[in-house]
């Protein structure tokens, strides 16, 4: 850190990664049925990943885009690993 800075302390960096179609799921939320598209991918301040599922309601509408936790699956374990690992090389280039 250069002299005289103050140092910047990050609580979170996140990433929005869309679910391939044949990864997708649907979970039921207060009797609605939700199909699951995107992930959002937060790197926590120990180095740690959290990640949520955001969908829509699958009989259409104006429904709220609700939160899901991410089911424990290889398939969706990699498609974490691969976009953070993608996101580490974006932000190392960075101009």
Not at 2 to 17: K, M, Y
Not at 71 to 93: H, M, N
């Amino acid at each position: 850190m250069d002299a005289g800075r103050t140092p910047v302390e990050l609580s979170a960096l996140a990433i929005n990664v869309a679910i391939p179609e044949d990864l997708r799921w649907r979970d039921t939320r207060r009797d609605e049925e939700f199909e699951l598209q995107s992930l959002t991918i937060r790197m926590l301040p120990d180095g740690s990943l959290a990640a949520k599922a955001y969908g829509r309601p699958v009989a259409g509408g104006r429904g709220a885009y609700t939160s899901f936790p991410v089911p424990d699956r290889p398939e969706l374990d990699a498609l974490v690993a691969a976009a953070a690992a993608e996101a580490a090389r974006r932000w190392s280039s960075h101009t």
